[in-house]
């Protein structure tokens, strides 16, 4: 099943915050292999989401079949994930984490760093071509990087708490 690129957005949103929801629907759908993708604060807060209305839905009682494999879920594991992985990168003297990869008999799981602490988490089939995904991971990375300021975290973590 092919994520579900971000549709809803663009009303009331700063140009800065349509580029990266630009950004991440173009991840989305110009790489295969790729179930969801999310976007987390340092503060593990979700801030953008390959399928942001499967979070609400999930939360509501009898919606989307329960919260399992919903943004929200992906977003406390690529949090939990990143706190781990700097953890013991910080016991081990190694400087930063810019990568962690797990990978399972049916998908993997990306994890990269942004910028101030963000990360990006990509939830991929198990068949994906891992060299790919992580390519446009960086080039994400790189493009969102520099925009992804304090005020435009804010703005990205209110826009996720609002009704779609």
Not at 134 to 146: I, K, T
Not at 151 to 164: A, F, G, H, N, V
Request: hydrophobic share 40%; charged share 15%; aromatic share 4%.
């Amino acid at each position: 099943m092919k994520a579900q690129a971000p549709t809803a957005y663009g009303q009331g949103l700063s140009s800065q915050a349509r580029n990266l929801h630009w950004l991440l629907t173009n991840l989305v759908d110009e790489v295969p292999g790729i179930h969801s993708v999310a976007v987390v604060s340092s503060d593990g807060l979700l801030l953008l989401s390959s399928d942001p209305g499967r979070a609400e839905a999930a939360a509501r009682p009898g919606g989307g079949g329960g919260p399992r494999g919903s943004s929200a879920d992906l977003a406390t594991i690529v949090s939990g994930l990143g706190s781990l992985t700097q953890g013991a990168a910080k016991l081990m003297d190694a400087g930063a984490v810019k990568q962690t990869m797990v990978t399972m008999d049916e998908g993997s799981l990306f994890v990269m760093s942004i910028s101030d602490g963000s990360l990006l988490g990509v939830h991929t089939t198990p068949d994906c071509d891992m060299s790919v995904i992580a390519y446009h991971m960086a080039l994400f990375v790189g493009r969102a990087g520099h925009v992804l300021t304090p005020e435009l975290r804010s703005e990205l973590r209110k826009s996720m708490e609002s009704p779609q």
